[in-house]
């Protein structure tokens, strides 16, 4: 027998074995949680495969999907009863608001549609279900599969059957749909390109054509979702400059969302989000406009457009919030301390983001206010099928004629949605005192 066979006969059985035994293996776990980075997309100006978090001499260490500190909850089984989805009886006046969602998608319509329907947020048919408030996606739908028009074109059906009824569809732009803009497809599989029919039926597409139209028109970079109505609707800006804001007792009862990550150094936080995404819709605008160049590779890199401006060119820098990743990869305790700042200028209570995977897990850091939701759903990476699902309540505990004199509870329930099985991020409850509504 050739040399080759007798290696492969015995190689092939062992790796089998340890796949199959890796759930008792505690340090083949250990080691299939740490962030991958060779899948990670790198960013046009960067010389090396990552940024500065992948240094060899870099202090990270694994991340914990929970860190909830008094707050930990055991796994929460999916329950099938009459009771509310955190498992309490409805209480007459309360309020409540569901969101879902999920993060990197990268071409792959069967998975993403495993992954909606598994979280309720579409039937068995793929269609609105009616079974959330809010669906979110936080970009990178393109690039790596070959289901791009056919992805596109269903976020766009469920946006108008969710208005139809009265939910909503937020989707954003990640680093991924930027770079298809701005010509670089460096991550575009042939195979891809020929569902367009050809390069430049895809590069109309995408600037001009039906898929661009609806970025410009239905994508923002960033958002901040209200958790509560009196907030106002989703993307209704927080100024901290505003001295009204911080009186009520609501004011941070948000969640920002966006696909890399809002850096404590990026300068144009504020007002958010409609300063990110004025600056967004611009640089878009002259990307999608302008005599679309040919695509990088085989040709140069084409760049921003020369006329971009210096804040639509902060945005697409490495700590911009397209591709900023630390949040996801710095140690825990420089996350921790510098995340309520940019909480607090936000004017939310938790961030989430996508673009850097942990194919096991979504990710939850700091008690909950940082949760990186890209589990590598698409088949390019193989990863967990994964959800989001967070459950808001404002309940009436006592009924006073004053409504300023009101007290309600308020609750927070996060909790990552897999195949088999339901994980509580963070379980979050407060008294809040006052007229509401």
Request: glycine content about 8%; hydrophobic content about 35%.
């Amino acid at each position: 027998m050739p040399r080759i066979l007798v290696v492969f006969s015995v190689f092939i059985p062992v790796l089998a074995v340890l796949w199959v035994c890796r759930s008792f293996i505690p340090t083949f776990d250990l080691v299939a949680s740490f962030p991958l980075s060779w899948p990670l997309a790198v960013h046009p100006d960067s010389k090396t495969a990552q940024h500065a978090h992948d240094d060899l001499h870099s202090a990270q260490k694994p991340l914990e999907a929970i860190q909830i500190g008094g707050q930990h909850r055991p796994d929460a089984p999916h329950s099938n009863s009459h009771s509310s989805e955190d498992g309490s009886e409805h209480v007459e006046g309360e309020f409540r608001r569901t969101i879902v969602a999920v993060g990197d998608l990268h071409g792959d319509m069967p998975n993403a549609q495993k992954v909606l329907h598994m979280a309720g947020v579409v039937d068995e048919d793929g269609n609105w279900s009616g079974g959330v408030d809010f669906f979110v996606q936080t970009g990178d739908i393109i690039d790596r599969g070959d289901d791009t028009i056919k992805l596109y074109m269903w976020m766009d059906r469920l946006r108008d059957q969710a208005k139809a009824v009265g939910g909503t569809v937020l989707t954003h732009l990640g680093n991924h749909e930027w770079m298809n803009a701005i010509g670089d497809w460096r991550y575009v599989p042939a195979t891809e390109i020929k569902t367009f029919g050809s390069v430049a039926a895809r590069q109309k597409m995408l600037s001009t054509g039906r898929i661009g139209r609806s970025w410009a028109a239905n994508y923002t970079t960033t958002s901040r979702l209200p958790l509560h109505p009196s907030l106002g609707p989703p993307n209704t800006d927080y100024d901290p400059e505003t001295d009204y804001v911080s009186t009520s007792a609501l004011s941070h009862a948000a969640i920002s969302f966006v696909h890399g990550g809002l850096a404590p150094t990026y300068p144009d936080l504020t007002p958010f989000p409609s300063r990110i995404n004025e600056i967004s819709s611009s640089l878009l605008h002259k990307l999608q406009h302008r005599h679309q160049p040919p695509p990088h590779p085989p040709n140069p890199y084409p760049g921003l457009p020369h006329e971009a401006t210096h804040e639509e060119q902060r945005l697409y820098a490495s700590d911009g919030p397209l591709w900023y990743r630390g949040w996801a990869l710095d140690p825990e305790e420089k996350v921790c301390k510098e995340v309520d700042d940019v909480l607090r200028r936000t004017g939310t209570r938790r961030m989430v983001m996508g673009h850097t995977p942990d194919f096991q897990k979504i990710v939850s850091r700091c008690g909950g206010k940082i949760i990186i939701i890209d589990t590598g759903i698409s088949h390019a990476y193989g990863g967990a099928l994964s959800a989001l699902s967070v459950t808001y309540t404002l309940t009436p505990t006592s009924h006073s004629s004053d409504a300023a004199e009101q007290k309600w509870t308020e609750k927070e329930l996060v909790k990552a949605v897999y195949v088999d099985r339901e994980v509580v991020l963070a379980s979050d409850e407060r008294e809040v005192v006052g007229d509401l509504f």
